[in-house]
């Protein structure tokens, strides 16, 4: 496994869609055993493929020890509305708070093509959302008002979680 460099906020590549996976392969698993390794490393809970430059839709999530790839996530349902805190590995040494649905159902693709379905509520349901906004081309702070919103990690207050700032 290698651990692949994360792209920042300013690279063109993470404004775009990423393109639809339609093989199953090899070359797909180890890009999702990449994407998991380059995630701990950051460390983060969470990363999108176009973040490592390949503009493909694949996503990883980390979360209680429990890895979840998505190949071609998509939203199937939604409710509610929370407001909390959020990070991005590609906008490293901030946070700002973002108001995401509270529960998301995703389906989704694994790594051999079987298409499942997973529910996500509190930080889960939030970084299902974050990471596939990654894959069609939105960050986080397009849903601030103004830049001023973003906090320093270093000035963050007190109720803000590590895994929340770690990244996802
Ligand atoms: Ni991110």
């Not at 692949?4 to 698993?29: C, G, N, Y």
């Not at 890009?31 to 390949?54: F, H, K, S, W, Y």
């Not at 407001?83 to 108001?99: H, N, R, T, Y």
Request: net charge negative; glycine share 6%.
């Amino acid at each position: 496994m290698v651990i692949r460099q994360i792209l920042t906020v300013e690279e063109p590549i993470l404004r775009q869609r990423a393109k639809k996976v339609t093989q199953f392969d090899a070359s797909l698993h180890r890009l999702l055993d990449d994407l998991t390794e380059t995630m701990r490393d950051a460390p983060g809970i969470g990363i999108a493929a176009n973040q490592v430059g390949i503009p493909l839709q694949v996503a990883v999530i980390e979360l209680e020890e429990k890895v979840t790839e998505l190949i071609n996530p998509q939203i199937v349902r939604s409710s509610g509305e929370v407001i909390d805190w959020e990070g991005c590995l590609s906008i490293p040494g901030f946070v700002a708070e973002v108001k995401r649905h509270a529960t998301v159902t995703v389906k989704a693709r694994d790594r051999h093509g079987k298409e499942f379905r997973v529910k996500g509520e509190e930080l889960f349901a939030r970084a299902l959302q974050h990471e596939i906004d990654h894959l069609n081309g939105i960050l986080y702070i397009d849903y601030l008002e103004s830049l001023e919103e973003l906090v320093r990690v270093s000035d963050r207050p007190s109720e803000v979680q590590e895994e929340t700032t770690a990244g996802i």
